[in-house]
């Protein structure tokens, strides 16, 4: 099974500045595979970003997702206040998923 | 507009069942796999399983923490997931979100993603 390992646990930023979140898997994943969430305390993850690096429909310029092989990495270019959430990257790979760990973009 | 509602969550004694249900509106839910997440309190997102449409087979593939005691199911004819959760254990303690799994090719690439989630339902195991 492919472990998928986030860092950093949570990340401390102010408004306006731009956050990078890693997902590190422990083989090589299938870009296509590739997907990350937001989720907002006693909401549902929301789909954000597929195939490593295509936006789904209606979410900001502000984030792009990229990378490859085994290291991928989610930018939120400049933090707006409905951005502060968990983040979590997902995997689908030999009939199953697999999520990251999560992490947590908080107000500094 | 696209909907998923789960419903059926509670309180349940360590040991006994529960089932869950996932329903679904406006889109042809027998076109899509379905999958069931759930989220521990204050954890991450643990996948639970999936079961495909019938043009795929209907075939169902769980996590190991939950093959054998959780049964999937679906009932197309009502846009109907299902969650059969016996001989429950404290850990599986969690909000039990269902997502509709989308397929996409573009050009020569498939795409695999969960675009569609239900807002969840409780299920608290506990003696």
């Known amino acids: 099974e492919i472990v998928l390992t986030q860092s950093p646990g949570t990340l401390s930023l102010s408004p306006g500045e731009r956050a990078t979140l890693s997902c590190r898997a422990s083989?090589?994943?299938?870009?296509?595979?590739l997907a990350w969430y937001q989720q907002k305390p006693g909401q549902a993850p929301r789909l954000l970003i597929y195939?490593?690096?295509i936006r789904d429909t209606g979410i900001s310029d502000r984030f792009s997702g990229s990378g490859s092989g085994t290291d991928f990495t989610l930018t939120i270019s400049r933090l707006e206040p409905e951005d502060f959430a968990v983040y979590y990257c997902?995997?689908?790979?030999?009939?199953?998923?697999?999520f990251g760990q999560g992490t947590k973009v908080e107000i500094k | 507009e696209v909907q998923l509602v789960e419903s059926g969550g509670g309180s349940v004694q360590p040991g006994r069942s529960l089932r869950l249900s996932c329903t679904a509106s406006?889109?042809?839910?027998?076109?899509?796999?379905m999958s069931w997440v759930r989220q521990a309190p204050g954890k991450g997102l643990e996948w639970v399983g999936f079961?495909?449409?019938?043009?795929?087979?209907?075939?169902?593939e769980y996590a190991a923490s939950v093959k054998g005691r959780f049964t999937i199911s679906r009932d197309d004819s009502k846009s109907i997931a299902f969650l059969q959760m016996n001989s429950l254990k404290t850990e599986d303690t969690a909000v039990y979100y269902c997502?509709?799994?989308?397929?996409?090719?573009?050009?020569?690439?498939?795409?695999?993603?969960?675009?569609?989630w239900g807002k969840g339902t409780t299920v608290t195991v506990s003696s």
């Open positions: 406006g889109f042809t839910f027998g076109d899509n796999v």
């Open positions: 195939g490593a690096s």
């Open positions: 997902q995997q689908y790979g030999t009939s199953s998923w697999t």
């Open positions: 079961i495909r449409s019938k043009t795929y087979g209907g075939t169902i």
């Open positions: 997502a509709r799994e989308i397929t996409r090719r573009i050009y020569y690439s498939y795409y695999y993603y969960m675009d569609v």
């Open positions: 083989q090589s994943v299938s870009s296509s595979y």
